[in-house]
Nanobody, 117 residues
């Protein structure tokens, strides 16, 4: 029903910046909420930033003040601006959508972010 594709990942030095984008296609009108998650090697997938169903935003404590989630409804995209990157931010970053009605969750394939000197 919905396809999600992330872009913008790559290798960046500590202190640098990256901007990730998630493009959604398919049944866009059925999307209830969207957000970004990440999974580092050997760790559970965790919330990075998300829009709540009420239109507010949630951020992981570890990224507050450094990351900003935004959306462009006209382009059906959700972005994550990542500043002051740290090696601990290294992970695969996933775009996630929550659907109306059935409550199904869709994930993008992920994009690798590596923060290293």
């Amino acid at each position: 029903q919905v396809q999600l594709v992330e872009s913008g990942g790559g290798l960046v030095q500590p202190g640098g910046s990256l901007r990730l984008s998630c493009a959604a296609s398919g049944s866009i009108s059925s999307i209830y909420a969207m957000g970004w998650y990440r999974q580092a090697p050997g760790k559970q997938r965790e919330l990075v930033a998300a829009f709540t169903s009420g239109g507010n935003t949630n951020y992981a404590d570890s990224v507050k003040g450094r990351f900003t989630i935004s959306r462009d409804n006209a382009k059906n995209t959700v972005s994550l601006q990542m500043n002051s990157l740290k090696p601990e931010d290294t992970a695969v970053y996933y775009c996630r959508s929550l659907m109306y009605g059935n409550g199904r969750i869709y994930w993008g394939p992920g994009t690798q972010v590596t923060v290293s000197s």
